[in-house]
């Protein structure tokens, strides 16, 4: 009965190579974000899609793409890892994409980039 | 863009004792202040939220207070207990940004 979930949990993997998350939410919810959790605990919105449309992207480096097949999935690819790209990604839903809509976040995937 | 400042960073209590966190928020048009509690490994969870139209929300030990005028809200725990010990956030919105997080305040709970 997970609301919101993501595999895998844990992702560890080379510099340059490609790895994909996944993002699934069973609530019937219209919108759905990647954030991203730096090893400060710092939390920062990525993406945004409602209903399969892309409608926030803050200012994230194109080898991250985002790809939302149905409204119940949002997946993260990204190409040519970096060091830098080491961290917590948390996806997250909410029934609309209204500034007072409760977001729901899954448990986290946690990448290291060697 | 709208700029959250949480504090304090850390924060020790003991059993029994209350906890306050404090955060300020720069957007005069937020109008939804939640807070989020994570757990180690674990996503962030809400435990409380407030919109604009009132100054204060309780849910049993929780409690939530807003003061639009100052642009500031809090988050007030009583009776603290260990299994309350983990790192809590304040967001608000700002602009096309849903939710624009502050810093986080990891709290522990002394037994």
């Known amino acids: 009965d997970t609301a919101v979930s993501q595999t895998p949990k844990y992702l560890v993997t080379q510099m340059g190579n490609d790895k994909s998350i996944k993002c699934e939410q069973n609530?019937?919810?219209?919108?759905m974000y990647w954030y991203k959790q730096d090893s400060k605990k710092f939390l920062k919105i990525m993406f945004s899609?409602?209903?399969?449309?892309?409608?926030i992207n803050e200012t994230v480096p194109n080898r991250f793409s985002p790809k939302s097949p149905d409204k119940a999935h949002l997946n993260l690819h990204i190409n040519s890892l970096e060091l830098g790209d080491s961290a917590v990604y948390f996806c997250?839903?909410?029934?609309?994409?209204?500034?007072?809509?409760?977001?729901?976040f899954g448990p986290g995937t946690r990448l290291t980039v060697l | 863009g709208e700029n959250v400042e949480q504090h304090p960073s850390t924060l020790s209590v003991q059993e029994g004792d209350s906890a306050v966190i404090k955060c300020t928020y720069s957007?005069?048009?937020?109008?939804?202040f939640p807070w989020y509690k994570q757990e180690l490994g674990k996503g962030p969870q809400l435990i409380i939220d407030?919109?604009?139209?009132?100054g204060e929300k309780k849910d049993q030990r929780i409690a939530v207070t807003l003061n639009k005028t100052a642009k500031h809200f809090s988050l007030h725990i009583t009776e603290t207990q260990p299994e309350d010990s983990a790192v809590y956030f304040c967001?608000?919105?700002?602009?096309?940004?849903?939710?624009?997080f502050g810093k986080g305040t990891r709290l522990s709970v002394i037994a």
């Open positions: 609530l019937g919810h219209d919108t």
């Open positions: 957007d005069s048009a937020s109008n939804y």
């Open positions: 899609y409602n209903n399969k449309e892309l409608i």
């Open positions: 407030i919109r604009s139209n009132v």
């Open positions: 967001a608000a919105p700002s602009g096309n940004t849903p939710l624009v």
């Open positions: 997250a839903s909410s029934q609309s994409s209204g500034p007072t809509d409760t977001q729901y």
